[in-house]
């Protein structure tokens, strides 16, 4: 669209205007193109005939809408030109009390000259971490920009700031370092954030001085380097001055001061320490009472002096130097107040006893004669010697003065490289960020050297600022992929040409300096023939002859030359630095060696590239004066610009009288242009300032877009097509990969035709309702009149036709109709009676009976159901219930068969043990050689053997017999159950018979009644009928009794209204008919709905008990299990949803396992059988060998005859009886080993029984048989003890049969051997027997117990045995370490913390949830099992307090003990591990919970049983008893409450961690309420460089689901309700602080749609409290500031009832908070109107009488206090049991 076309009714320009630089009017008719005059209408409602030059065609700049103006950026402007600025800064400063302005990358701030609440480290804290262009413009946004840029980009950042003196300046950089200090707190001591801050007071009080313009103007430049570590943590500082303005030293104009630190010294004069100093107030020395005002207003010398002692110290600088640094300035004190006398006209001469010259000579410790004669001669060298000249007094004067500028321009320069060694860092500096502060550009009536160079510094940073403006410009549009065109800027390199380049001003300067008879005069002519009429940048003035002018970039500047030579020279006489050199002060001293240190100013610590080659023409002789120097450190500064990343601000002063928030807009306007604000602006709007992304422009300008754009899919694409049909030119925009470029001017054009559209709409809706409001009044009236009319026209009828005769025969004929209608009718209305009421007999029957018996079948159905669904539910309990069971007996079943093999293993090794003796004895017998004697007893022992294995064999049958007995009863009792169970099934069909009977009974007398009515009811009507006829005929025949017919007809007129009465109850009734078949409906409907979700519910619980099934029995079980079951038990388990028939399943699969038992058993009987056949064997052997006995008895009688021939020789004998006592010997050594042995054995065998008999007495009856059967083994083994006896007798005896061959007795060796080993078999195989027996038991055992729960099941509770506990632990001293370790930081807590919230965790098709929450209420036994637990009282409930629990008992334990060292070790060793798990999860919000839940339980279990009355008033007895007797642990109790809110706090802290990031979006971001957009045009771009585009989108839901996580987490974790509570609020209150916070720092969301949004996310987050049950939390009133605020946006803010109304209910908001809010308040629409600053006035001024404050952000951080109330554990703790998984067995229960 033409630029020419938006100059339209109603549109407004801006046209010049002398005193406000530019004003605002109205156009009053279109423009034409090619008319020379525009139509307007001043604000004032004047008329004005605007001309416009039709060739030029320049026409005035357009004013924006009022809808964009008062915004953060002026780049979002639409027209962008020098109007829109300084009206957008004006409506910004003045209405909205906002000082600070985007422009672009440039901070406008704009000086109030009053202290505003926007600088504390709450602010600094909310502005931390945010992008640049989310919240309101403000140096920390500046600041954090850079901070983020250099953290993420690894680049040196430099923050720019400049502006005229009174600017603000000074005060912005200091808040810049501040803000960098605070954000980047190391944790290190060496306090380097505190030091760099405390360089500002230093160099502001020697470096500040008050002028005409600002109070606390800096006279010189400073940049200082902020250095940064890897870990972005301030490590050190450095800082380079340049140009301080030494002539102020000597020289103030009319109410300006000198620099603030002699002021300073002068009034602490008074100080003991400075009574050597000599110094007395101000007015009395000239060098700081030429102002003519010593004092500033608020202003007190005395504190600041004493502050800046502090930072002297702060920085490290001792007080030896400090006192040296007074001295000096002191000594510049005395000094300028030496008197100078004129001795004639060329000499002059100072006093020697001048008092003040006495005390400069005695403070810088120098000659006094030197210095005087110094003062007034000076040394002139020629070419053959030096001669000493006297000075004139002006010469005298002038050398005092330049004594004094260098000595404190030295001490200047020493203080700041003291301050430079203080911030020294070790290490390698990673990054750093610069702050530049450096006064603007500046322009007085009289302007001089110093101005010259100041305005030579700006001229190089508007350079540096052009090219990165446009560098940045075009890295926008090549990120766009936009063709980038070339923009015409105004280079200022020409004038920076004309100053430094060769044979510039400067370096003629510079010549001309060096010549000794060097004038202003010369250097002038010089420049005028250099540059006059050559350069268009130099002029020279009409009405001075020693000046010249300068077009600087800003403005046209006249320099008077007076003093540049001097100045620039910057000269003093040897003779006084030969005077000073020789000084005693060492500081003094070594200001003038002549290798002077290098100051700051010229000193830099970072390698850089500068972006374009420096000026390098100077020589070494240039280098000397002030120009050359300040050239350098010019250079050297814009080298390190280059190459940072710069961010600029730009101060600007409102006025020239430090008014507060009065707006110039001729000074404003003025600075503007002379900073570069107007050359961005200029920039921008040459290209595409406004920048919209797609979605922004697809939400703003939907209502521009027609059905067929918005039945596209991709927004991108509509946007494209929409802007083709409303913009035609397509140069007026562009498309960007994410934005969409506007030129200046679109979005307000688009703008006009958005209102046009809704005020189009609106005109239509006003229409049409206006139609319907005039139409329906108009019908209105129609009926009306139409009414009248048909009136009117009936009484004109009746006039015209109306006479006597007419009347008579129509009353006649009336009446005669009247008799006959009537009999007509009353014959008629007989007729249709009747049969009326006869249909209504019928169907009112029918009905009737119809709904009886729908209502019958109703309440019968109802019965049915719900003694159908008790018994559904209770069958459905049972069955989990027994299928819990069933999953625990062969969970049990699995670890009896564990401890079965251990046991066998053990056995096993025991015989191994008995092999390896019997080993060793058949060895022993080897060494035998006569055994004949004992074979024949061996026979004996055989026959007896026989008879024990009889006997055995005998017991075994008996047990047998008896174990088939307890068989056939628990059969027995088994059917009895279910016999019982038929019983009671049987009678429950009995009892439903006789209810059903009863009901049939019931309704066939009520139908016999209804029949009865009926019949009766049938006889009233014949009767009625009967009367009837008669009555008609008395009517025909009897006319004369009309009188008495008339009384009949009355009496049936009352019968018809009862009747009439009937009949509108049975029309009630049958009204009631709908409305009952309705009910059904829905009872039928919900029944269905009943029936799916049941369906649905039994589908879920039968995948859920398939999972528990393979988690519970594992594989092998589970593949034996489905192996044995049937193939149609496997359907109905799998395809069946009932869980009564998994139940049914598992029940078959446990009979599977019984008959596998069986069968096993029956193994066993077959084992016995086969080892009773073997005994037989046996017996048979032993016959066997009793032969083989008889014939070697026959072979030792031989051998005795031998024997006797032998001893008859007596040969052989000596040597027998050494054999012999050999042998007896060995074997009594043989007698002992068996005998220990045997003992042993003996012993082991007890311990076996004695474990056995304790096992069997805990266990009941049962067990009582397996001790019989258990005493009966012990006396079969002590029986084989016997035998093994006798069988030694047996061997003794065949000992002493030693006269034997050597066959024989190795054949008697052999069988004897044998016989031992057979011996040690039949062992072995009893000792199977007895674990067979042993396993027999167990099982036997197992199904006891089953069937005892069945039992339990049915109702039937047997009684159980018990221990009793004393609910106390055991805990060893060398355990300790153990128990903490697994407990708290072992396995322990990673088991209880993750098992039960996975539960809560699962969000997947199998809700595991559901089936433990089953398990927990149908069965506690069943999570016990799972868990490993015991099923013995409410151990499940008490999982995620067990570990304190477990931790209070062992404490009891060592109180019982009375054991003081236990306890102290206990509780030291528990709290240590408490702090240590904590400390390692300090970020890990579920361990926190876990554990400041357990603490609190511990704390309350100490105090519960403390044994003080306080805390027992909730135990039970037993708890009582309980309570510790020997130890106060009350200092104990103090400590873990302590650590309890430290764990509370970190768990807070976690929280609001997770949560910060949630709540800005959440909240105000996102748009909760779909259709109420609260976009602005602002076309406001992502101002930030380092804005990653990705970022997550949170949601009001987000927020409510992260709180819903942190609530059920601590209700799993059993923690206390209140503190629960506690915890609610504080995150409560964090969300509304935060959001409220925000809300006082961004403009553009205080609007009236955003406040609706906001109590929108109230209402969800009230909503979430109410559905926790946490309204007693008090959470609702820490959100009230923020309510409170939504509502003051959204209420009207017009009258003074508004205002009245405001200020009473924004009573938790302070005064400042709701002014700062109707401040920012914004209008988001055309309609909306903007607030008046009257209406603010008016506000505040109500509201100045409340104390409340003046602090804008609340404190995000503030804790609430804690308290953890007493709440006693109703859980006993004799009834805590410990899990197996915790590996606690070390542990012994009491």
């Not at 009926?783 to 009136?791: L, S, T």
């Not at 009439?1060 to 009734?1069: G, V, W």
Request: charged letters at 30%; aromatic letters at 8%; proline letters at 3%.
């Amino acid at each position: 669209m033409a630029v020419a076309e938006l100059y339209t009714k109603y549109n407004s320009v801006w046209i010049p205007d002398p005193d406000e630089v530019w004003q605002s009017a109205e156009i009053t008719k279109d423009y034409k193109k090619g008319s020379d005059v525009l139509f307007l209408q001043l604000e004032d409602g004047t008329e004005l005939e605007y001309p416009i030059d039709p060739v030029k065609t320049q026409l005035p700049p357009l004013r924006n809408p009022d809808i964009l103006v008062g915004e953060n950026d002026l780049t979002a402007l639409s027209y962008l030109h020098e109007p829109a600025v300084l009206h957008n800064l004006k409506v910004r400063f003045v209405d909205s009390k906002l000082i600070y302005t985007y422009c672009g990358i440039i901070l406008v701030a704009i000086n109030p000259y009053k202290e505003i609440p926007i600088y504390g480290d709450a602010i600094i804290h909310a502005y931390s971490g945010q992008n640049m262009g989310d919240m309101d413009p403000h140096i920390f946004a500046v600041s954090e920009e850079a901070y983020k840029q250099m953290a993420r980009k690894n680049r040196n950042q430099s923050i720019i700031v400049s502006g005229e003196s009174g600017a603000g300046k000074t005060v912005s950089a200091r808040y810049a370092m501040r803000y960098f200090a605070t954000v980047s707190k190391s944790s290190s001591k060496a306090c380097v954030e505190d030091k760099v801050l405390a360089s500002n007071p230093i160099t502001e009080a020697i470096g500040n001085a008050k002028t005409t313009r600002n109070d606390n103007s800096s006279r010189f430049g400073k940049y200082t380097e902020i250095s940064f570590n890897n870990q972005y943590r301030i490590i050190g500082a450095n800082m380079r001055t340049y140009l301080l303005e030494k002539s102020r030293v000597v020289f103030q104009a009319e109410n300006e001061r000198n620099y603030h630190i002699f002021y300073q010294l002068c009034a602490s004069a008074d100080r003991p320490e400075f009574k050597h100093l000599k110094l007395a107030p101000a007015e009395n020395f000239s060098y700081v009472n030429m102002g003519g005002n010593t004092v500033i207003d608020g202003i007190n010398d005395r504190t600041d002096f004493i502050e800046t002692q502090k930072t002297f110290s702060l920085l490290g600088l001792n007080k030896d130097f400090q006192m040296d640094i007074f001295k000096v300035l002191a000594g510049i004190l005395h000094l300028g107040n030496v008197e100078i006398k004129a001795v004639g006209d060329d000499k002059s001469s100072v006093k020697h006893d001048d008092n003040h010259l006495k005390v400069f000579s005695e403070l810088l410790e120098i000659k006094l004669e030197k210095m005087a004669h110094g003062l007034c001669h000076r040394k002139i060298a020629t070419t053959s010697d030096t001669v000493v000249k006297p000075m004139t007094k002006v010469q005298a004067i002038n050398a005092r003065d330049a004594l004094a500028k260098h000595i404190y321009a030295h001490l200047f320069s020493c203080i700041v490289d003291h301050i430079n060694k203080a911030l020294q860092f070790t290490g390698k500096k990673h990054t750093f960020i610069g702050v530049l502060d450096i006064y603007g550009f500046e322009t007085f009536d009289v302007n001089s050297f110093e101005q010259f160079c100041i305005n030579y510094a700006n001229e190089k940073l508007q350079q540096q600022f052009n090219l990165h403006v446009f560098k940045l410009e075009q890295d926008e549009y090549m990120k766009e992929d936009i063709p980038w065109a070339l923009i015409e800027f105004n280079d200022n390199q020409p004038c920076i040409d004309l100053i430094e380049a060769k044979m510039g001003i400067l370096e003629l300067l510079d010549e001309e300096c060096l010549l000794p008879q060097g004038t202003e005069e010369n250097w002038l002519q010089k420049l005028q023939n250099n540059y006059l009429n050559k350069n268009p940048l130099f002029e020279k003035p009409r009405m001075s002859s020693k000046a010249f002018i300068i077009l600087h970039f800003a403005d046209k500047v006249q320099y008077e030359c007076d003093g540049f030579l001097e100045k620039n020279r910057d000269t003093l006489y040897e003779e006084l630095i030969d005077v000073l050199k020789k000084s005693k002060l060492s500081l003094l001293a070594d200001f003038f060696q002549e290798n002077e240190p290098s100051t700051g100013s010229l000193r830099a610590n970072i390698k850089v590239r500068p972006a374009r080659p420096g000026f390098k023409s100077f020589n070494k002789q240039h280098r000397t004066t002030v120009g050359s120097k300040f050239r350098n450190s010019l250079h050297l500064l814009m080298e390190t610009l280059n190459a940072t990343t710069p961010h600029y601000v730009r101060c600007i002063k409102p006025n020239d009288l430090k008014l507060q928030f009065e707006y110039d807009s001729k000074r404003v306007v003025q600075q503007l242009r002379a900073c570069g604000v107007l050359e961005t602006i200029r920039i921008s709007a040459q290209s595409y300032p406004s920048r919209w992304t797609y979605f922004e422009f697809f939400s703003r300008y939907r209502i521009l877009m027609s059905q067929q754009d918005l039945a596209l899919d991709d927004k991108k694409q509509i946007c494209k097509e929409v802007l083709k049909h409303l913009i035609q030119d397509p140069n007026q925009y562009q498309f960007g990969k994410t934005k969409i470029f506007f030129r200046a001017g679109q979005v307000a054009y688009l703008e006009k035709l958005r209102a046009d559209k809704l005020r189009a709409a609106s005109v239509t809706i006003q229409k049409n309702l206006r139609c319907w409001i005039q139409r329906k009044k108009f019908l209105k009236m129609k009926r009306a009149a139409i009414i009248i009319q048909q009136y009117v026209r009936g009484e004109r009828a009746i006039r015209h036709v109306l006479n006597a005769a007419t009347l008579k025969q129509s009353w006649g004929a009336v009446i005669i109709q009247k008799h006959w209608r009537r009999f007509l009718l009353s014959r008629r209305y007989q007729l249709i009676l009747m049969a009326t009421i006869r249909i209504q007999s019928f169907t009112r029957g029918w009905l009737a009976r119809r709904t009886y018996e729908k209502m019958l079948q109703d309440q019968k159905a109802l019965v049915i159901q719900k003694h159908v669904r008790a018994w559904l539910v209770r069958r459905r309990y049972q069955s989990i219930r027994r299928f819990v069971l069933n999953i625990q007996l062969s969970f049990r079943v699995k670890q009896l068969h564990k401890k079965l093999d251990e046991q066998s293993k053990e056995n096993k090794g025991l015989l191994e043990r008995l092999t390896h003796m019997s080993t060793v004895h058949s060895a022993d017998l080897n060494k035998y050689q006569k055994l004949e004697e004992e074979l024949q007893k061996t026979v004996t022992q055989k026959q007896f053997i026989e008879e024990q294995v009889k006997k055995s064999k005998g017991q075994t049958e008996q047990t047998l017999s008896e174990f088939r007995k307890q068989t056939l009863s628990l059969q027995a009792q088994n059917q009895k159950l279910e016999k019982q169970h038929q019983e009671q099934t049987q009678e429950m069909k009995e009892k439903i018979t006789e209810i059903t009977r009863q009901h049939l009974s019931e309704l066939e007398r009520e139908e016999q009644q209804r029949r009865t009515l009926e019949n009766n009811f049938e006889t009233q009507k014949e009767s009625y009928e009967q009367q009837i006829k008669a009555l008609i005929d008395q009517v025909k025949h009897l006319q004369e009794e009309r009188i008495q017919l008339q009384e009949q007809v009355q009496e049936e007129y009352l019968i018809n209204d009862g009747l009439r009465k009937e009949l509108a109850q049975l029309a009630d009734e049958a009204l009631v008919i709908p409305k009952l078949k309705g009910d059904i409906a829905t009872l039928e409907m919900k029944s269905q709905d009943l029936e799916m979700c049941l369906q649905k519910q039994r589908k879920e619980m039968r995948e859920k008990v398939e999972e528990i099934t393979k988690q519970l029995l594992g594989g092998l079980e589970g593949e034996e299990l489905r192996k044995r079951l049937s193939p149609e038990d496997m359907e109905q388990l799998n395809e069946d949803g009932e869980l009564w028939l998994a139940y049914e399943g598992l029940k078959r699969a446990t009979r599977v396992m019984e008959i596998h038992i069986q069968s096993q058993k029956e193994n066993y009987e077959k084992e016995i059988e086969e080892l009773s056949f073997r005994i037989d064997q046996l017996c048979e052997e032993t016959t066997h060998l009793q032969q083989k006995v008889q014939a070697e008895n026959d072979t030792n009688e031989t051998i005795r005859q031998e024997l006797t021939r032998l001893a008859k020789e007596n040969l052989v004998i000596p040597d027998f009886k050494l054999q012999i006592l050999e042998l007896q010997k060995q074997k009594q050594d043989i007698e002992n080993h068996l005998q220990g042995q045997v003992v042993e054995m003996k012993e082991k065998m007890e311990e076996v029984t004695d474990q056995l008999h304790g096992n069997l007495k805990e266990e009941g009856f049962q067990r009582r048989l397996l001790e019989i059967q258990k005493a009966n083994c012990a006396k079969e083994n002590v029986e084989l003890l016997a035998k093994v006896r006798k069988l030694e007798n047996e061997n003794r005896q065949l000992l002493n049969w030693t006269q034997t061959d050597s066959a024989a007795s190795n054949r008697m060796k052999q069988e004897a051997s044998q016989l031992t080993l057979e011996n040690w078999d039949l062992e072995e195989r009893l000792d199977q027997k007895e674990k067979q027996i042993r396993k027999l038991q167990n099982q036997i055992k197992s199904l006891t117990k089953n069937m005892d729960r069945g039992h339990r099941a049915n109702g039937k509770v047997s009684p159980i045995v018990k221990k009793e506990f004393l609910g106390m632990l055991e805990c060893k001293a060398e355990d300790e370490e153990k128990l903490i370790k697994n407990l708290i930081l072992g396995e322990v807590v990673s088991f209880v913390f993750w098992f039960l919230p996975l539960c809560e965790r699962q969000t997947n098709s199998i809700n595991i949830r559901l089936v433990f929450r089953s398990l927990l209420c149908t069965n506690v036994y069943g999570l016990a099992s799972l868990l490993d637990l015991k099923p013995r009282g409410v151990v499940v409930n008490m999982i995620p307090v067990l570990p304190a629990s477990i931790l209070f008992m062992c404490i009891r334990y060592a109180d019982d003990s009375n054991d003081a060292e236990m306890l102290k070790s206990l509780m030291n060793s528990l709290l240590d591990g408490i702090k240590k798990v904590t400390k390692n999860h300090d970020e890990d919000f579920e361990m926190l919970s876990f554990w400041l839940s357990n603490s609190v339980h511990f704390l309350n279990c100490l105090k519960q049983y403390s044994g003080e009355e306080e805390f027992m008033k909730h135990n039970t007895p037993q708890q009582n008893n309980q309570c510790l007797k020997n130890f106060d642990l009350s200092e104990y109790r103090q400590i873990l409450s302590d650590l309890a809110i430290h764990i509370y706090q970190q768990l807070i802290q976690v929280m609001e961690d997770d949560l910060q990031p949630m709540i800005v979006s959440g909240m105000l971001e996102h748009e909760s309420l779909q259709g109420i957009s609260s976009m602005k045009p602002t076309g406001l771009r992502k101002r930030s460089s380092s804005y990653r585009e990705e970022v997550d989108k949170y949601t009001i839901s987000s927020i409510l689901q992260q709180l819903s996580y942190y609530f059920t987490t601590m209700c799993q974790h059993d923690m206390d309700t209140d503190l629960i509570k506690q915890a609610v609020k504080q995150l409560f209150f964090l969300i509304g602080t935060i959001t409220l916070n925000n809300l006082f720092l961004r403009k553009d969301m205080c609007s009236c749609r955003k406040g609706m949004q906001i109590r929108c996310n109230i209402s969800y987050l009230e909503e979430w409290l109410k559905e926790k049950n946490m309204q007693s939390s008090n959470a609702k009133e820490t959100l009230e500031p923020l309510s409170q605020a939504a509502w003051l946006l959204q209420v009207n803010k017009i009258t003074d009832d508004d205002v009245k109304e405001i200020c009473e209910k924004c009573s938790a908001l302070s005064a400042v908070q709701i002014v700062k809010i109707l401040n920012s308040y914004t209008p988001i629409d055309d309609f909306e109107k903007r607030l008046a600053p009257s209406f603010v006035r008016k506000v505040q001024s109500q509201l100045n009488s409340r104390g409340d404050g003046s602090t804008l952000i609340i404190d995000a951080k503030y804790r609430f206090q804690v308290t953890f109330p007493f709440s006693p554990s109703p859980q006993a703790l004799e009834t805590v049991q410990i899990p197996s998984s915790f590996k606690l067995n070390f542990l012994t229960q009491i």
